[in-house]
């Protein structure tokens, strides 16, 4: 996905001005456009068919083994219609491409190598009606809760795919962070769920219960802003923190053990030192 990067105050300005906007519009409640058999068994049909580019065959298969079905709908609806590019190892080495990306308007997927594809197949299963991805919000031409999402789908993708083996993976300190993020839920599928069905009220939700608006804002803006860069920044602690609080809050002993623990883990990983 391309990134927004705010240029100016004013630019800045705007970003908060939609994101506020956002917040309290309606997101893509999927339409229920028929029946929880009906969408089975088109998820089925159109998985089982194995009528989709080839290379995906394998990475279809782990989906449709590891995620619930009702989750499937939009990798089955997407699944009918998608392109696949390969990216040219020299442009790649020229333009510093990404390993991949994915075009949720035209469906298309563009990959360096298969490594890059778990990651790009969950955007492409996250997207609803070629507008809403995960929990990506795409509205006036700005790209808003980006680092959540990006965040989130390399999380799910090393769960899934690589069977959660955190080493050096795209996103890092947004992967650290959504590990975090998930901790404010008893039951994780439920996060998942709202991913597969682009509903990033759910997360917003689940956090207001713990912290403000205004604190979600902040979090939000600074993980757009930590997929962009890989330079170390003081903030990630902030944010760390900000995260560590909440969960603190949802009075889960062993959620808060397993937060300070990512947080340790990040730390040595990360900047070489014990907290
Ligand atoms: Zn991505």
């Known amino acids: 996905m391309s990134y927004y990067i705010p240029k100016s105050e004013l630019e800045i300005r705007k970003h908060v001005d939609i994101a506020n906007d956002c917040f309290f ?17 088109f998820i089925d049909k159109v998985i089982l068919s194995g009528n989709y580019p080839k290379v995906l065959n394998d990475f279809v298969r782990t989906l449709y083994k590891k995620v619930e079905k009702d989750n499937l709908y939009n990798l089955a609806t997407n699944l009918r219609t998608v392109k696949l590019e390969r990216i040219n190892p020299f442009v790649w080495l020229v ?17 360096f190598n298969k490594n890059s594809i778990p990651h790009e197949l969950l955007h492409l299963s996250s997207t609803a009606n070629n507008s809403y991805s995960g929990f990506n919000v795409i509205k006036g031409g700005i790209n808003f809760a980006n680092g959540f999402n990006e965040g989130y789908t390399e999380m799910l993708a090393q769960k899934i795919f690589f069977n959660s083996v955190f080493t050096n993976s795209a996103y890092k300190t947004n992967v650290y962070l959504l590990r975090l ?21 759910n997360p917003i939700k689940k956090f207001l219960k713990y912290g403000s608006i205004e604190e979600f804002k902040f979090l939000i803006k600074h993980l757009d802003y930590f997929a962009k860069t890989s330079i170390w920044n003081d903030e990630e602690n902030i944010i760390f923190e900000l995260l560590i609080d909440k969960i603190e809050k949802t009075k889960e002993k062993q959620r808060v053990k397993k937060a300070n623990d990512i947080y340790n883990e990040y730390i040595v990983a990360e900047r070489g030192m014990v907290k």
């Open 25 to 41: 519009s309606n997101y893509a409640n999927l339409e229920k456009v028929c029946e929880k058999k009906d969408k089975e068994e």
């Open 95 to 111: 333009a510093d491409y990404s390993y991949g990306t994915y075009d949720s308007l035209k469906n298309v997927i563009t990959y």
């Open 181 to 201: 993020f998930e901790l404010l839920y008893d039951d994780p599928k439920e996060l998942e769920t709202a991913y597969f069905n682009a509903d990033f009220e």
